[in-house]
């Protein structure tokens, strides 16, 4: 049985028409875009009351709300990540078996994987000996469980 792909996204996860004349582009985490029900301040200062049902993932693009001229819109915020380009596939099968049991998210960007950084991934990366590097960028994979 494959659980995968199990995120309920909106309807307007697609990237949106906006037809507003200012777009406010509204950076998230990977753990805020889960967080569905809150009170959020908008890069122009704006208060956004978010009460979306639960389960929802909001994703790059979704759009939040319009409100006179400006339309906001999420945006993936920069977060640490551990970034590995594994040397061959026997490693990279290794780390995403290791960084799976943590019950974390470990996705393709480009050339390399992700995982969302802290000390307990760092230290299981050099227990593998796999090089990695710590880099500030956006993450699209879900927030590790004990964030939630």
Known sequence: MKLANLRLPLESAR??????????????????????????????????????????????????????????????????????????????????????NLHRDFIEDQDAYLALWDAPLELLLTRLKVEFQRESRPFLGRPSWADE
């Not at 990237?15 to 950076?27: G, K, L, Q, R």
């Not at 809150?38 to 319009?66: C, I, K, N, V």
């Not at 339309?71 to 078996?97: G, L």
């Open 15 to 100: 990237p949106p028409e906006i037809n507003a004349p200012t777009t406010v582009w509204v950076p998230m985490t990977a753990l805020d875009r889960r967080r569905v029900r809150r009170r959020l301040t908008a890069p122009d200062s704006a208060e956004l009351l978010l009460a979306f049902p639960t389960g929802t993932y909001l994703a790059p693009g979704t759009l939040l709300e319009r409100r006179g001229g400006a339309a906001y819109v999420v945006s993936a915020a920069p977060e640490e990540v551990a970034v590995i380009r594994p040397t061959n596939t026997a490693q990279a099968v290794k780390v995403a078996h290791a960084i799976g």
